[in-house]
């Protein structure tokens, strides 16, 4: 029974991931194109490699800012699931991305987390198709943490 309660928690948390990839907060005249325009030129450009949306740069700089600190309250809430669930099951207990992300974001505030990934697709124009989650790792968690995902040792850009 407690399998099953974790297999739905995780699905549960895969459903959360993949809806607040979703470009949040974009302007009408973008969202309003239909599912012929451009809300589905959007969705394909977005499409990753598991076929989950990954929101990138272009996306991030059009979001308004409450729409940014709400992708990164939901990531927030899947890091914090996860922390729940590996202190209740040991054997789920890893050094993975959400166990780096909580240690790694510690009283960093929200709205510095956005001001830093602003702030780098700003001096990086040439990067915009960087996925958002890995300038947050490379602005926000790699430079508090001790050793990088599984214990391997963090390299430098």
């Not at 194109?33 to 991030?60: H, R, S, V, Y």
């Not at 940014?68 to 099951?89: S, T």
């Amino acid at each position: 029974m407690e399998k099953k309660k974790t297999l739905m928690i995780f699905i549960a948390m895969i459903f959360v991931l993949g809806s607040m990839t979703w470009p949040f907060g974009l302007p009408a005249e973008e969202n309003s194109q239909g599912p012929k325009g451009g809300e589905k030129a959007i969705q394909k450009e977005l499409e990753g490699t598991l076929g989950m949306p990954i929101l990138k740069g272009d996306i991030w700089q059009k979001m308004t800012p409450d729409s940014k600190v709400a992708f990164l309250w939901g990531v927030g809430h899947v890091v914090a699931i996860e922390q729940h669930l590996m202190e209740k099951y040991q054997e789920l207990k890893t050094q993975n991305f959400c166990s780096k992300a909580a240690e790694g974001m510690v009283n960093i505030p929200m709205n510095e987390v956005v001001a830093r990934i602003d702030n780098f697709y700003n001096t990086n124009p040439d990067e915009i198709e960087k996925p958002v989650m890995s300038v947050l790792w490379a602005t926000s968690i790699k430079p508090n943490i001790k050793t990088g995902i599984a214990g391997h040792p963090l390299k430098n850009p």
